[in-house]
């Protein structure tokens, strides 16, 4: 249910466009950081020797790799 509409205001490109440029980096940013990740865990040879452990590193290792 449509309670009430909201009229735009009018904003000008150059009043935005640091905070846009700055939003943008960030998330390059971090999808350069999670590729990065990504990578490092792959190529990484940890041997985790406590059980508990063990079972707590590979399903956290999968939810970092997960897509």
């Given at each position: 249910?449509?309670?009430?509409?909201?009229?735009?205001?009018?904003?000008?490109?150059d009043d935005?466009?640091?905070?846009?440029?700055?939003?943008?980096?960030?998330?390059?940013?971090?999808?350069?950081?999670?590729?990065?990740?990504?990578?490092?865990?792959?190529?990484?040879?940890?041997?985790?020797?406590?059980?508990a452990l063990?079972?707590?590193?590979?399903?956290?290792?999968e939810?970092?790799?997960?897509?």
């Amino acid at each position: 249910m449509l309670e009430r509409k909201i009229d735009a205001q009018p904003v000008a490109f150059d009043d935005v466009k640091e905070e846009l440029t700055a939003q943008a980096r960030l998330r390059q940013e971090r999808l350069q950081m999670q590729q990065l990740a990504r990578r490092l865990l792959n190529e990484a040879k940890v041997v985790v020797l406590d059980p508990a452990l063990s079972e707590s590193w590979r399903q956290q290792r999968e939810l970092l790799l997960a897509p």
